[in-house]
């Protein structure tokens, strides 16, 4: 199942319409629990027994199912329960290789100075946690939304510098303690050759690692 706090596009095929939600949690085989769905900012009241198609994302992967309507409450919480999926779908999007890294990052809604930053002990910054050659998963302070472009700047373990490079938020994964955000990075803002070296030394550095662990 997705993470909680992950987006979740809810769609009633018989009226034809597609709302937002956030997942809170589950109970597995028994249900999952939504905020709210919203359509276009407003509140969405569902009634009983109402079948519904869910779609979430998450590093990478599309997550699908079917469901109905359990309840909905108003107080104190305003929340969707739903059946928990006889089945659940899953599709990797991911056509390169992601490498699990750990690295410091600059990440704004407008270009920033790298340098400026990098001298500054007390900048804010976000921790890239994996990384392809088309984008990475970031967890950072900031509030961001889907669809919204970031820019992005960091060093690379390769020596190589990503400055400014302008990227557009995918998802968005939410809890108290962090946002975590998939990033697709855009290759017009900027060369990305040299964050594609890395990932390509990283992940012959993980295969070499495989073979000789299964060897």
């Not at 956030?22 to 249900?31: M, N, T, V």
């Not at 699908?64 to 107080?75: A, M, R």
């Not at 410091?104 to 910054?125: E, I, M, P, Q, T």
Request: charged share 25%; glycine share 8%; hydrophobic share 35%.
């Amino acid at each position: 199942m997705l993470p909680v706090g992950s987006l979740i596009l809810l769609v009633d095929p018989i009226n034809k319409l597609r709302m937002q939600s956030r997942l809170i949690g589950w109970d597995e085989g028994g249900c999952l629990m939504l905020e709210q769905p919203t359509r276009g900012g407003s509140a969405v009241q569902l009634t009983k027994d109402l079948s519904l198609v869910g779609r979430g994302m998450y590093e990478g992967r599309v997550w699908g199912f079917k469901s109905n309507v359990l309840l909905q409450t108003v107080q104190p919480f305003r929340i969707l329960f739903l059946a928990y999926p006889e089945q659940i779908e899953q599709m990797s999007l991911r056509k390169t290789e992601r490498i699990q890294v750990s690295l410091d990052v600059f990440l704004s809604a407008r270009k920033h100075d790298f340098k400026d930053l990098s001298n500054k002990k007390d900048a804010s910054k976000g921790n890239i946690k994996n990384i392809s050659n088309t984008g990475c998963s970031i967890s950072c302070p900031f509030r961001f939304e889907v669809d919204m472009p970031i820019f992005v700047s960091c060093e690379l373990p390769n020596g190589k510098v990503l400055e400014n490079a302008m990227g557009f938020v995918r998802n968005v994964t939410r809890d108290q303690n962090e946002n975590v955000y998939g990033v697709q990075l855009d290759e017009r803002s900027g060369s990305l050759e040299g964050m594609r070296e890395f990932v390509l030394l990283a992940s012959k550095i993980v295969s070499k690692g495989d073979s000789e662990n299964n060897s």
